[in-house]
């Protein structure tokens, strides 16, 4: 093989390049997105898959379930996230005292709900896995791109029902952890942030890593990312729509109507 006569690495903005504070959920320097540009490469035919077939090299990852098994993964991602997320907005209405209010608790149950689908969601591309008939088994396909859509459709929701709940109280916290270095404003700021349920320093990290997580430029690279990881979202309904048993829905209304024929006129 000839060595790569050409090389270049066009990579993304680093998530917390331009935060102002070291993002608390991303506790190393962020990894980049890239693309890498290849010129004037010699690959041994041995390594070659398909060759001037646009066709096949898309279909290579639908005939078989490797676009599946990939996208299986950011299905169980998002539960794992989604678990987070949940948790904080539960923790946040303890914080501020709000968790016995019923349209507080109207909003927290609808969040718990909604980990619950995701959650049956994953565990039937399990339970009802495809046979593929050569010895192996693949993660249900529907299933995941039923998942995928539903994911990528509600995750700007989610993440606007616990800023919602999280409201102004971002804003009343000291500017950053500075405050804690400082004796005489580290005993004000205990002795006026603190509450009968949560200490003060308690408090600016949980704000700190809602912030984090749902505010912050860290955050709206994390909304843009769950709304298009998959695709733009004809993209993703497309994979359904492929991957859908039109013939039988199609059966159930033919059945139906073959069931029934032209009534008799009356007299």
Known sequence: MRPIAFLVILCGVAAAQSEPQPVVVDPGPPPSDAIILFDDVKVPWERVFSHDDPVLSREIYYRTPSHCFGNHQSNVRFWSKLQLLVGLAAEIASTTQTDKIPAVRERLGRLAALEAMIAGMVHGQLMNLEDLGNGYVSFNRRYMYGALSW???????????????????????PANISVMHDPTLRQTFEENWSSSTQGALDRIKLMKLAWDMLGSEFASRHWQYERFYGGPPYVIRDHSFREAPWAEFRQRVTSIMASYGVPEASE
Request: charged share 20%; with cysteine.
């Open 151 to 173: 994911c990528t459709e509600n995750y700007a929701q989610i993440a606007d029902d616990i800023r919602e709940l999280m409201g102004g109280g971002v804003f009343l916290m």
